[in-house]
C-alpha cells in the first residue's frame, strides 16, 4: 500500500509539472511581446510627458557636466511630425528649446526621431513599450556633431 501511495503522488507531481510548463509555454501567446512586428506611426501620437538625464561634454573630452530634462512632447502620426517644449538643466543652467522634427516606426517597435538642432542634426532612437504607453529612447546624433556624450529617457504617455 506504501508503494502504491508513492506511485500515486509521483503521477500527481508529473502531472502538475507538465501543466505547469504548459501555462508557461501558451504565456508569450498571450502577453505583449505577442504584437511584435505590428506596431505602426499610429502607436505612438498624443502627449507624452518626457523625462531624461545624461552627460554633455564639458571642458574638453575628459570632463563631464550632468544634464537633465524634461518636457512634452506631441507627436502627430497623421504628418509624422512632432513637437517638443523641453526643460533642459545643464551643470546647473536651465534652458527651454522647443524642437520639431519628423519620426517614425517600425513593424518591430523600434522608431526614429530627426531635428535640427542649434549644433545641427540630432537624432533619438526609441522603443515602443507597454503597447506605446512608454517609449525609452538614447540620443544617436551623427558623428561630431554632437555635444550630448550620453543621453536616455523614458516619455510615458499622458
Not at 9 to 20: G, M
Not at 84 to 108: F, K, W
Amino acid at each position: 500500500m506504501r508503494n502504491s501511495n508513492i506511485t500515486k503522488n509521483r503521477i500527481r507531481v508529473a502531472l502538475l509539472l507538465v501543466l505547469a510548463a504548459s501555462i508557461i509555454g501558451l504565456a508569450p501567446a498571450f502577453s505583449a511581446s505577442a504584437r511584435a512586428g505590428s506596431f505602426s506611426i499610429n502607436d505612438v501620437s498624443g502627449n507624452y510627458v518626457e523625462l531624461a538625464d545624461g552627460w554633455t561634454f564639458g571642458n574638453g573630452v575628459v570632463n563631464f557636466d550632468p544634464v537633465s530634462q524634461v518636457g512634452l512632447v506631441t507627436f502627430t502620426p497623421a504628418t509624422g511630425t512632432f513637437h517638443e517644449d523641453l526643460i533642459i538643466r545643464n551643470a546647473g543652467t536651465n534652458l527651454e528649446v522647443h524642437p520639431n522634427g519628423t519620426y517614425t516606426v517600425d513593424a518591430n517597435g523600434h522608431g526614429t526621431m530627426t531635428w535640427t538642432g542649434m549644433n545641427g542634426p540630432k537624432h533619438r532612437d526609441f522603443y515602443i513599450v507597454n503597447g506605446g504607453a512608454e517609449l525609452k529612447w538614447i540620443i544617436t546624433d551623427p558623428p561630431g556633431t554632437n555635444v550630448i556624450a550620453s543621453n536616455s529617457g523614458t516619455m510615458t504617455r499622458q
